[in-house]
């Protein structure tokens, strides 16, 4: 099952993102939280993960991100250039 929320840690900051219907409406109260930014400091994770859990939500930790070799970015410039 997909959680509400995810979260992904870049150094001091994490960054909150939504994952389901549920989370994408209760986002707006996060974005106001964060002056737009959806981040919190990393030490304000644990708080922020509580308070979604008390209010009914799920969040996991996001999985790493996925790179694309350059040969992968060539095919795809390639194909959206003709």
Same mark, same amino acid.
């Given at each position: 099952?997909?959680? @509400?929320? %995810?979260?992904?840690? @870049? =150094?001091? /900051? !994490?960054?909150?993102?939504p994952?389901s219907? !549920? =989370?994408?409406? *209760?986002?707006?109260?996060?974005?106001?939280?964060? @002056? =737009?930014? *959806?981040?919190? /400091? %990393?030490?304000?994770?644990? *708080?922020?993960? %509580?308070?979604?859990?008390? !209010?009914?939500?799920?969040?996991?930790?996001?999985? *790493?991100?996925?790179?694309? %070799?350059?040969? @992968?970015?060539?095919?795809? /410039? =390639?194909?959206?250039?003709?």
């Open positions: 099952m997909k959680p @509400d929320f %995810s979260y992904r840690i @870049d =150094g001091m /900051f !994490a960054l909150i993102l994952e219907p !549920a =989370g994408e409406k *209760a986002m707006g109260q996060i974005m106001e939280m964060t @002056d =737009g930014t *959806a981040k919190v /400091f %990393s030490t304000q994770l644990n *708080a922020l993960k %509580s308070d979604l859990h008390r !209010a009914g939500y799920t969040i996991q930790k996001r999985s *790493a991100r996925k790179t694309c %070799s350059k040969s @992968d970015l060539e095919h795809l /410039f =390639g194909a959206i250039s003709h």
